[in-house]
């Protein structure tokens, strides 16, 4: 393999963002890493070369910096500069890039496309669902799907925009005037079958057209123990030492990366370029098969603290083989153990969150397993700003070790105490098992 020294732009600062260059600095290659934040990440800050902070959806601002900087490959972490093609404009400078060009990351951007990409080339998985931007045959789509049913917001509403019966939504009366409201606000919108089971994600890395999948890995939407609660970004999340799940069966796994294959070539028919980057599927377990929740084109976050805490494989070479397209041609491995990820967040997310106030991360005893969020550096003192703040990443003993780290951040905080814990687990297997009859 071509042994490039690699000057590397990261767009992106957020814990997400801080796990990939985290990875990036274990890499054996020699490389700069330079990083264009939309805000001051210490941590990233301190693995960086050279950081600068911008608006990060501006491809104006972000080529002009790949090009002053002389970076030679560029990794895109969140959706939104994806969505508004800053892939694209790389691209054209000649720069690789990890992170799909616009077109390909409206799996993520937009849900009427995915439903329909999915359905036209017919991708397994797929709940049944049907396409509005008026009010005329809701009533009657809704009444042949009866009790389960979900309307979902149309573009990237970082899951806001989805409302679930019989959580969100409690009569087709109360979804219809949530769609009329979609349709006041000129947002189009899909209604879907509610699909019952148990959610995972199956990531795969992907050069537009050999996908290598990473261990399946499960997240927790809602803010409090035990499931409750509004839901968030996502609370923590847990892999299994054995790279599967144990509320999983291997064909559930199978299904699921088939799908992420199949969606990847459906997305090359459709638009004839190769989808280069994360490709993060969202699936629901179900009594009988494998649904598609829906399609990201980044990492997850929090699974990627626990995925790249595990890569055994340099991502220098990995983001180089995504650039060129050699992924064929190079063995991805994960250490066969289990990961616990546990964010903690200001009192009063996600609805009114507190923020301003200071944290201290000093008394954390294993830095290496510690990401930031949304954090701000004030003089010497690091300040929340309201969204998640900061978590870690337990792997020798995984639950022990993450509540421990955790508990060593201080500040007005809270975490989940169950994530990863035998009681949580056991309760998803017994969900499984009663549908699975
Ligand atoms: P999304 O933004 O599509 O990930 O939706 C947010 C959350 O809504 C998901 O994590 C699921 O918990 C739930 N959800 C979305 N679509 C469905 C569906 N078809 N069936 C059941 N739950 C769903
Ligand atoms: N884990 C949720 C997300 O990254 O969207």
């Avoid at 600062?13 to 020699?30: L, V, W």
């Avoid at 560029?74 to 790389?90: F, H, I, M, N, R």
């Avoid at 559930?252 to 459709?270: C, H, S, W, Y």
Wanted: hydrophobic share 35%.
């Amino acid at each position: 393999m071509n042994q490039e020294n690699h000057i590397i732009l990261l767009v992106g600062s957020g814990a997400r963002e801080h796990a990939i260059a985290k990875s990036i600095a274990r890499s054996t290659r020699p490389h700069k890493l330079v990083t264009f934040g939309s805000s001051l990440n210490p941590g990233i800050a301190a693995l960086s070369n050279q950081y600068t902070t911008g608006n990060i959806t501006d491809s104006a601002a972000v080529t002009a910096y790949a090009s002053e900087q002389a970076v030679t490959i560029a990794v895109v972490g969140p959706e939104a500069p994806l969505e508004t093609g800053v892939s694209d404009k790389l691209w054209e400078m000649g720069m690789p890039v990890v992170g799909p060009k616009k077109q390909l990351a409206m799996l993520e951007t937009s849900k009427q496309f995915t439903r329909n990409l999915m359905a036209d080339y017919d991708v397994p998985g797929c709940p049944s669902f049907k396409h509005f931007s008026h009010l005329f045959g809701v009533p009657e789509f809704l009444g042949t799907l009866e009790d389960d049913y979900v309307v979902k917001a149309d573009g990237l509403m970082g899951g806001k925009g989805v409302k679930v019966s019989g959580d969100h939504l409690h009569s087709h009366q109360e979804a219809i005037e949530y769609c009329k409201k979609l349709c006041d606000a000129n947002s189009t919108f899909v209604i879907e079958e509610k699909c019952i089971g148990e959610e995972f994600s199956m990531f795969s890395f992907c050069d537009g057209t050999t996908l290598k999948h990473m261990p399946p890995i499960q997240d927790h939407k809602r803010a409090y123990e035990g499931d409750e609660g509004p839901n968030t970004g996502g609370m923590g999340s847990y892999s299994d030492a054995d790279h599967s799940l144990p509320f999983l069966q291997q064909e559930d796994i199978e299904e699921a990366q088939a799908i992420n294959q199949l969606v990847v070539e459906a997305l090359k028919k459709k638009t004839g370029e190769g989808y280069k980057g994360i490709l993060y599927g969202g699936y629901m377990a179900t009594s009988d098969s494998v649904k598609v929740i829906e399609f990201n084109a980044r990492f997850g976050d929090p699974e990627v603290m626990n995925l790249l805490s595990l890569l055994e494989t340099d991502i220098m070479d990995i983001f180089e083989a995504i650039g060129n397209g050699s992924l064929d041609g190079l063995e991805v491995f994960f250490k066969k153990q289990a990961s616990v990820c546990k964010y903690t967040v200001p009192e009063g997310y996600p609805d009114s969150p507190d923020k301003g106030f200071p944290v201290d991360i000093n008394g954390v005893d294993k830095p290496d397993q510690l990401f930031l969020g949304a954090v701000d550096q004030k003089g010497e003192y690091l300040v929340a700003t309201g969204s998640r703040t900061a978590a870690v990443v337990g792997v020798r003993e995984p639950v022990a070790e993450a509540e421990q780290l955790v508990g060593q951040i201080k500040g007005n905080l809270f975490h989940r105490t169950d994530i990863g814990t035998s009681q949580l687990i056991q309760r998803r297997v017994t969900h499984m098992e009663a549908l699975r009859g």
